[in-house]
């Protein structure tokens, strides 16, 4: 079974700078099957990005994924207030990571 | 729209079965497009994948979890179950139901609390 890999655990950034989560796989993972999720406080998780690099319905283009092979990014640019959450990375039809927080500085 | 409702008893003894059922609308549990997952989150924690179902009932299951999940879907009531059996306090956490495509979880129920205590 793949094991998924967050870092930074937390990030504190402020609204306008730029934030890059990682997640690393102890195995290759096909580039379709990452995902990333955000979950606010009490609020079901919510779909982020698809296949690496999709944009889910109704994100906006601050948010963007790069990554193959083992190496995983979420970059998200010009944070909003809004934005500051726990993000999950996910195999597909599989394990999550741990979640990085993404916390106002 | 697509909505998904998780419902089922909030406190299950140890030793018990925990039984959830997620009802969905705006979309048929009958499509070839989609499974239907599991995933859970003890307060405080990360969220973990219990599983899914396709409406042929073809399932895959966490490996850590395989020996206790049971999984089903009642197409005719557009809602698919969980069973999870003989329950621990490791088993009390907020679960979730959720629509996957065949990408990612694209959407998911508010969740329910279920605390297993005697």
């Known amino acids: 079974e793949i094991v998924l890999t967050q870092s930074p655990g937390t990030l504190s950034l402020s609204p306008g700078e730029t934030a890059t989560l990682s997640c690393g796989a102890s195995q290759t993972v096909t580039s379709t099957h990452l995902a990333w999720y955000q979950q606010k406080p009490g609020q079901a998780p919510r779909l982020v990005i698809y296949?690496?690099?999709s944009r889910a319905t109704g994100i906006p283009d601050r948010f963007s994924g790069s990554g193959s092979g083992t190496a995983f990014t979420l970059t998200i640019s010009r944070l909003e207030p809004e934005d500051f959450a726990v993000y999950y990375c996910q195999q597909y039809g599989s394990s999550f990571g741990q979640g990085t927080r993404l916390e106002i500085k | 729209q697509v909505q998904l409702q998780e419902s089922g008893p909030g406190l299950v003894k140890p030793s018990e079965t925990l039984s959830l059922t997620c009802t969905v609308s705006g979309v048929s549990t009958n499509s070839r497009s989609y499974y239907w997952s599991w995933i859970r989150q003890p307060a405080g924690k990360g969220l973990e994948w219990i599983g899914r179902i396709s409406t042929s009932g073809s399932t895959k299951y966490n490996p850590s979890l395989k020996s206790r999940i049971s999984m089903s879907v009642d197409t005719s009531k557009n809602q698919f179950s969980l069973n999870l059996t003989s329950v621990t306090a490791a088993d009390t956490a907020v679960y979730y139901c959720?629509?996957?495509?065949?990408?990612?979880?694209?959407?998911w129920g508010q969740g329910t609390l279920v605390t297993v205590s005697s």
């Open positions: 296949a690496t690099s």
């Open positions: 959720a629509r996957s495509d065949w990408l990612s979880l694209d959407y």
